[in-house]
T-cell receptor, first 114, second 113 residues
Framework: SQKIEQNSEALNIQEGKTATLTCNYT??????LQWYRQDPGRGPVFLLL?????KEKRKERLKVTFDTTLKQSLFHITASQPADSATYLC?????????????FGKGTHLIIQP | DAGVIQSPRHEVTEMGQEVTLRCKPI?????LFWYRQTMMRGLELLIY????????DSGMPEDRFSAKMPNASFSTLKIQPSEPRDSAVYFC???????????FGPGTRLTVL
């Protein structure tokens, strides 16, 4: 079965610095890899999607990389702000373009300290 | 659009009772997903539907769990009988695009005593 590993410990970053979160997976490579943000008491919110043939994707202060050889994705938040504090979930998507259930990691809790 | 709507937001019940969770997906979305989240296991897919048809229910933990989608705007997840280990937050999500960006509801926090 597919396993996804994210840093289980909280990540503390000083405001203004770049936060980097790691997602490692085993076995099959997904067609897509997605990142979600989850705040306490709320459902996950989609942030970015990157395809298996893409190396990097950017959206404002967010950047995602995808290395299918290392079976790893990195998620970067530049110029981090306290409002970026949340749990970030990595999700594997094997749908290849259709709709399919996602396999989620347990998430990394990010704390941006002012 | 109001987003994905789930009810109830909180449910406290006693072991052995039947529990029904409800979900209204975003209008126009043709895929619906039920997930369960716990501290120990994280967010797990239970079942999903495409065009109201169940596609994969391999994540449903036991026969005590069942899900239906009678029409494009409504789905239920039923647990009967409920057990304390079913305590979790249950999320419904819907998806309408080719690239599977999923929109999650606020979740139902279920506590089985």
């Amino acid at each position: 079965s597919q396993k996804i590993e994210q840093n289980s410990e909280a990540l503390n970053i000083q405001e203004g610095k770049t936060a980097t979160l790691t997602c490692n997976y085993t076995n099959y490579s997904p067609a897509y890899l997605q990142w979600y943000r989850q705040d306490p008491g709320r459902g996950p919110v989609f942030l970015l999607l990157i395809r298996e043939n893409e190396k990097e994707k950017r959206k404002e202060r967010l950047k995602v990389t995808f290395d299918t050889t290392l079976k790893q994705s990195l998620f970067h938040i530049t110029a981090s702000q306290p409002a970026d504090s949340a749990t970030y979930l990595c999700a594997l998507d094997f749908s290849g373009g259709g709709a399919d259930g996602l396999t989620f990691g347990k998430g990394t809790h990010l704390i941006i300290q002012p | 659009d109001a987003g994905v709507i789930q009810s109830p937001r909180h449910e406290v019940t006693e072991m052995g009772q039947e529990v029904t969770l409800r979900c209204k997906p975003i209008s126009g979305h043709n895929s619906l997903f039920w997930y369960r989240q716990t501290m120990m296991r994280g967010l797990e897919l239970l079942i999903y539907f495409n065009n109201n048809v169940p596609i994969d229910d391999s994540g449903m933990p036991e026969d005590r769990f069942s899900a239906k989608m009678p029409n494009a705007s409504f789905s239920t997840l039923k647990i009967q009988p409920s057990e304390p280990r079913d305590s979790a937050v249950y999320f419904c999500a819907s998806c309408g695009t080719t690239y599977n960006e999923q929109f999650f509801g606020p979740g139902t926090r279920l506590t089985v005593l």
